[in-house]
């Protein structure tokens, strides 16, 4: 009976851990830190295929960050689980 979010799972087990909330805590960090590392090769991409004949632009650096933050928080907020993200990325 073990869930798609395994932290979850542990919840309905433990109702209140120190440990649990420390892992909670843990991955919480590990997923904020690592948003701006992946930003970068992603708005570089877009950069590359989108504009790569131009001169690079402060405006079009930030407007293609902010573009790629708000489409991950729509993600977070609308998607129930991580395994359909990673159901879309394994069938494309």
């Known amino acids: 009976k073990v869930e798609a979010e395994l932290l979850h799972t542990f919840i309905k087990v433990y ?3 120190t ?3 420390l892992v909670r805590l843990a991955v919480l960090t590990a997923v904020t830190l690592t948003v701006p590392i992946v930003l970068f090769p992603i708005r570089s991409s877009i950069t590359t295929l989108l504009f790569s004949g131009r001169d690079f632009s402060w405006t079009r650096h930030l407007l293609i960050a902010a573009l790629i933050l708000a489409f ?3 993600l977070v907020i ?3 689980t991580i395994r359909d ?3 879309f990325i394994g069938k494309s």
């Open 15 to 17: 109702k209140f851990d």
């Open 85 to 87: 993200i990673f159901g």
């Open 72 to 74: 991950n928080n729509m």
């Open 19 to 21: 440990m649990l909330l």
């Open 78 to 80: 609308f998607v129930p």
